[in-house]
């Protein structure tokens, strides 16, 4: 007779098995993609199709899943690389890539490793590349390479369903002692241009200074000119003032007799004087200084013929209305005059032939000449081609004779 127990233990182990088996079943029958992520799923060995995301039901035992594939953008950096430039010179570039998988199938098919294949290809393109240019052309030519390094890579990939979106160089090492000499290269540019933006420094302050001093200058002589005009006026006004007032007091030779006496000691004030000068017509000034005071200016004797009668011994002998009137104008109004008498003249030589290269004429030229006697306004008042009248001569002064010269 068999034990029941023995029965009950087959049947419970026999059912566990039977779960188990449904759980996993069910486990394989039913996938779940998660987003950005495609598997391939094989039946019998053979593709059969490929699940996106979400989820999905396959037969267990029948339909495996093959492999799952990332459909975001990937970035791979591959180690540096020793590259030959067309100058003979090693450089080492480190280079970046970045794609993305476009179709599952024949990345997983095409290729047995795509980023091996990338690397490789990428390697075996830069060579190509580099080797064209030289280490200047490498250094600056970043974007060029990049350019290339990507068409080729992309052409190369798209069978294998991959699309390279950038290839950047991280970085382009030259040996040791290139950038050795490019650092002096780069320091000797900038010295230089150092020395070129110094010197235009200089010369733009050395513009600058000189335009100032050009300014300066101009308003000095303009200063000068102005001051030297003024000069020239007040000169020209003090000398027809006193050439009025001399006319006016009608001077004698006694007058200029005295005055010729109180110069004489001015001569002699200067310490580097050691001769005196003695003019040869000092004996005939003295005999008129002696006698005008010798007269009856100096000690009551009779008055000199023309002198108005009613008046003391000792007085002068012109008094403030025997004085003819004053005939100062105006210093602007003299110098306008003077400038328009200037410019009549100038005007009038000119049209006469004056420059012309005519022949003097004496004759001609005499007609125009101021008589002597006259004044410079009497001068100035007769009309272009007129002669003043000569003035009167002054009387003759009788007197004691001058004494004998020593």
Known sequence: MDDPSIGTIVGWVLLAILVIFVVVTLARAVRVVPQTVALLVERLGRYHRTLDAGLHLIIPFIDRVRAGVDLREQVVSFPPQPVITSDNLVVSIDTVIYFQVTEPKSAVYEIANYITGIEQLTV??????????????????????NGQ????LD??????????NRVELKSIDPPASVQGAMEQQMRAERDRRAAILTAEGVKQSQILTAEGE???????????????????????????Q???????????????????LQALPKLAATPANKVWIVPSELTGMLGQFTQGFAGAFGGGGVAPEGAPSGRAAGES?????????VALTDPKEALAEARRESEAATADATSAGTFSGRP??????????????????EQRDAGPGQVPPAAPEPPVQPGPAAPPAP
């Open 124 to 145: 075996t393109t830069l060579r190509n590349v580099i080797g064209s240019m030289d280490l200047e052309q490498t250094l600056t030519s970043r974007d060029q390479i």
């Open 149 to 152: 390094l990507r068409g080729v």
């Open 155 to 164: 052409e190369a990939t798209g069978k294998w369903g991959i699309r390279v």
């Open 214 to 240: 050009k300014q300066a200058a101009i308003l000095r002589a303009e200063g000068a000119a102005q001051s030297a005009i003024l000069t020239a006026e007040g000169e020209s006004r003090a000398i027809l």
């Open 242 to 260: 006193v050439f009025d007032a001399v006319h006016r007091g009608d001077a004698d030779p006694k007058l200029l007799a005295y005055q010729y």
């Open 317 to 325: 002998p012109i008094g403030p209305d025997d004085l003819p009137p």
């Open 360 to 377: 003097f004429d004496p004759v001609a030229e005499a007609g125009q000449r101021p008589q002597p006697g006259t004044t410079r306004r």
